[in-house]
């Protein structure tokens, strides 16, 4: 077997997706089959990469705090996993050994790899993944994504200094899934004494850049760490990253980040806007790079905890009254495609049912006259008691591309023809977080992403209601159902493969049945790049790039 990249895995180029995966069996080379844009010759070493991100600016880049996409974008570049995805998906050790489980699933040993240092000179070991585990889950970290991934661990101790014992309140068949995400990543415990503040300005990790500094609102440069090794030397390239380093930048206007592509000015820009790889694929000086992430699809949530949406008639009325698949047909130019289904594509346990989502208004109409909404106000509007049915919408606009934005003005207009108000709200990420804590929406987008189909657990369970320490709660639909609670239990412990699939597609035909969400599409991960930046396509377990083995040609 070879391994991939750090932290990563080698991504299939799109167009081949379905061919490879009709060839593949046991294991493939990263190195050769799964590289978009290798290139004949030898690397160069040195110049700076400037890469451009349209995420929101992260306000810390410890990924332990909080747990943004935006903060796995930029802390991949530093931070390394214990685990990752070999270019088969297949869950892999990395800065871990290997890993070992009890037969009653409640204790699993970790074993450290030994000889890796962190860029401060610590040592990893076993007490520095316990110390990384313990600072995600201190409440004080104000920890959300990897809080969740970790939320059975109960006790740890470390044996030995290459030797984790972890002890778990009930079985747990993801956490090496969550293992694998940049939001558990391993940071230097000597690093984790000083203050928050200061470790979120600058985290160090044992990965092939360092952070050097960061001017916010601006940009954070990353250095080479010259000592970087590879956990795992097939790999990758012997030696440190080519790259003398990487510029950062944040520029959040689509268009700006584009023409700053074409101008030479970065080499690498993400959130890609559909008419732009339109326009890059006709010609050769830009590549693209497809990458959808796992686990959940976007989606939009239908929060059930209260009216109108408390009743599963309108709920199923307001799926028929939107014509999704005429606008990502109109908006996306190809490069996005209809899900149906709570997860990602890219996940094998997806479960799909397209029947379900079908836009049919004479339908909406008849679900709402049985839910009581019969009447129409002056403007078109359906009524009942007097009341307007009103949904309000607020859309953050650093985690919606425009092209998402214009697809939800398209289904505010279709909704329009059944009786449906929706109000957009077009919101900084903050107010957006804001609106949810208050309650005060009834729908929302709002992208999750974790390695493997326990993200269906974070979404949906009833636990999941209740918020992090970081304040915020993943189950926007806010189902409570104990069957479903039950299923999702069971498919989080059972010990068999089996099993599993059978209890998450139940699971996942409950949530759909029961129309807490409106399926859109895999989360959009388009990356375009200068053609003088080689060796693209390298990614982590949740579809970030890195720039290891990537170099600028002259």
């Known amino acids: 077997m070879t391994f991939a990249h750090p932290q990563a895995h080698k991504l299939i180029p799109a167009a081949t997706v379905l061919a490879a995966a009709l060839i593949l069996s046991g294991c493939t080379s990263a190195k050769t089959s799964n590289d978009p844009s290798k290139d004949a010759g030898a690397p160069v070493t040195g110049g700076t990469l400037v890469y451009a991100s349209g995420d929101a600016e992260p306000s810390c880049l410890d990924p332990h705090v909080g747990g943004n996409y935006p903060q796995a974008l930029v802390a991949s570049q530093y931070l390394e996993t214990l685990y990752t995805k070999d270019a088969d998906g297949k869950i892999i050790p990395w800065l871990a050994q290997d890993s070992t489980v009890t037969e009653d699933g409640l204790t699993r040993i970790v074993k450290i790899r030994d000889g890796i240092k962190f860029t401060d000179g610590t040592a990893l070991d076993a007490e520095a993944v316990k110390v990384n585990f313990e600072h995600l889950l201190n409440p004080e970290t104000a920890s959300s994504t990897g809080y969740l991934a970790l939320g059975k661990i109960s006790s740890m101790t470390a044996v030995d200094a290459t030797t984790l014992e972890i002890k778990l309140s009930s079985p747990d068949n993801s956490l090496l899934e969550s293992f694998s995400m940049p939001w558990v990543a391993i940071e230097s415990p000597t690093a984790l004494k000083r203050s928050?503040?200061?470790?979120?300005?600058?985290?160090?990790?044992?990965?092939?850049?360092?952070?050097?500094?960061w001017k916010k609102q601006d940009a954070v440069n990353l250095v080479r760490n010259a000592d970087y090794a590879l956990p795992v030397p097939e790999a990758g390239h012997?030696?440190?990253?080519?790259?003398?380093?990487?510029t950062w930048r944040f520029i959040p206007e689509a268009a700006t980040r584009f023409a700053a592509l074409q101008a030479g000015q970065v080499q690498v820009i993400d959130n890609a806007q559909p008419d732009a790889i339109a326009a890059a694929s006709k010609g050769a000086s830009i590549k693209h790079l497809d990458a959808p992430r796992p686990g959940a699809a976007n989606r939009i949530e239908l929060n059930s905890s209260k009216a109108p949406f408390n009743d599963e008639k309108v709920r199923e009325a307001f799926v028929h009254s939107v014509n999704v698949d005429a606008g990502i047909e109109s908006l996306f130019f190809g490069t996005a495609s209809r899900s149906y289904s709570p997860l990602s594509s890219v996940e094998p346990l997806a479960f799909s049912e397209k029947s379900l989502f079908t836009y049919d208004p004479a339908k909406a109409g008849e679900l709402l006259d049985a839910a009581g909404w019969k009447d129409r106000d002056s403007a078109g509007y359906r009524i009942k008691d007097g009341n307007r049915l009103t949904l309000a919408f607020p859309v953050s606009t650093s985690q919606s591309i425009p092209a998402e934005q214009s697809l939800f003005e398209q289904m505010q207009a279709t909704a329009?023809?059944?009786?449906?108000?929706?109000?957009?709200?077009?919101?900084?990420?903050?107010?957006?977080?804001?609106?949810?804590?208050?309650?005060?929406?009834?729908?929302?987008?709002?992208?999750?992403?974790?390695?493997?189909?326990?993200?269906?657990?974070?979404?949906?369970?009833?636990?999941?209601?209740?918020?992090?320490?970081?304040g915020y709660f993943a189950n926007l639909s806010q189902v409570k159902d104990p069957t479903l609670d039950e299923l999702l239990d069971s498919a989080g412990t059972t010990k068999d493969p089996a099993q599993r699939k059978e209890l998450y597609t139940e699971a996942?035909?409950?949530?759909?049945?029961?129309?807490?969400?409106?399926?859109?599409?895999?989360?959009?991960?388009?990356?375009?790049?200068?053609?003088?930046?080689?060796?693209?396509?390298?990614?982590?377990?949740?579809?970030?790039?890195?720039?290891?083995?990537?170099?600028?040609?002259?």
Do not use: R
Not at 198 to 212: I, L, Y
């Open 238 to 246: 012997a030696g440190p990253a080519y790259l003398d380093g990487i």
């Open 416 to 470: 329009k023809e059944s009786g449906f108000e929706i109000k957009i709200k077009l919101l900084d990420i903050s107010s957006w977080y804001g609106d949810l804590a208050k309650n005060d929406y009834n729908l929302v987008s709002a992208p999750y992403t974790k390695v493997g189909p326990s993200v269906l657990s974070i979404l949906f369970h009833s636990k999941s209601t209740i918020p992090a320490p970081s």
């Open 508 to 554: 996942q035909k409950m949530v759909l049945e029961g129309y807490y969400l409106l399926p859109l599409y895999d989360q959009q991960n388009h990356f375009l790049y200068s053609e003088k930046l080689k060796d693209v396509g390298t990614t982590t377990a949740v579809a970030s790039p890195t720039f290891f083995d990537s170099w600028l040609a002259n």
């Open 196 to 213: 928050k503040a200061e470790n979120c300005e600058s985290p160090v990790g044992t990965g092939p850049f360092k952070v050097e500094s």
